[in-house]
């Protein structure tokens, strides 16, 4: 299967602990986007990439949380000084750049976070 | 708050009904996707419509993309079990080139 991968898929953490996720997109793909997603909520979007260009952040990015693509294949998210509110699935997409950005996109299984 | 609401939150039927949920928005749309996901997966692609007044097929799920890309909804005949979900519908708008904006989802229960 040459899905989106992602890694670990769970990840317990005490509060404080600076924590990493990685994603690798499908092989052929040159955007790839992360989400965050809570109980009863669909999943909100934190930032995507174009090949290794950074090109947008939510404002749900704080400054604890950064992403890199350094090679324009698989990407990190970092968080760092955890919180109990950074409790949620974070998931990986990714997708084919095209015109107008209406490509579909193809999520991971993503990775559970749990902040003690 | 959501830019799409999602009609219902929940909805649970038995096995052969049929159902409908809803996607709303007072936002255009150059395009729309519905997603279903299960506990503890990510989400997976059904469908992407384009095209405003788009109906597309799906074996027993129709979606429909509303006339001015506003709205779309997804009709599932004779449901079964392996229906049971959580259907999300997610809307890219014509300056987000690539974001995708949720709704917060419809869970569907089907019972044999």
């Known amino acids: 299967d040459t899905g989106v991968s992602q890694n670990p898929r769970h990840k317990i953490t005490k509060r404080g602990q600076n924590v990493t996720f990685r994603c690798d997109p499908i092989s052929e793909h040159n955007r790839l986007y992360w989400y965050r997603q809570t109980l009863g909520q669909g999943p909100e979007f934190l930032t995507y990439?174009?090949?290794?260009?950074?090109?947008?952040k939510s404002r749900l990015l704080s400054d604890r949380f950064s992403a890199e693509r350094p090679k324009g294949s698989f990407s990190t998210l970092e968080i760092q000084r955890t919180e109990q509110g950074d409790s949620a699935m974070y998931l990986c997409a990714s997708s084919l750049g095209g015109a107008g950005g209406n490509q579909p996109q193809h999520f991971g299984d993503g990775t559970r976070l749990s902040i003690l | 708050t959501q830019l799409l609401e999602q009609s219902p939150q929940f909805l649970s039927i038995q096995e052969g009904e049929n159902l409908t949920v809803y996607c709303n928005s007072s936002s255009v749309f150059s395009s729309l996707q519905w997603y279903r996901q299960e506990p503890g997966e990510g989400p997976v692609l059904l469908v992407t419509?384009?095209?405003?007044?788009e109906v597309k097929k799906l074996k027993r799920l129709t979606f429909q993309f509303g006339d001015a890309r506003k709205d779309s909804s997804l009709h599932i005949t004779a449901a079964q079990p392996g229906d049971t979900g959580l259907y999300l519908c997610?809307?890219?708008?014509?300056?987000?080139?690539?974001?995708?904006?949720f709704g917060a989802g419809t869970q569907v229960v089907v019972t044999p």
């Open positions: 419509v384009v095209t405003g007044g």
């Open positions: 997610a809307g890219m708008t014509t300056d987000s080139w690539g974001k995708l904006q």
């Open positions: 990439f174009q090949n290794e260009a950074q090109l947008e």
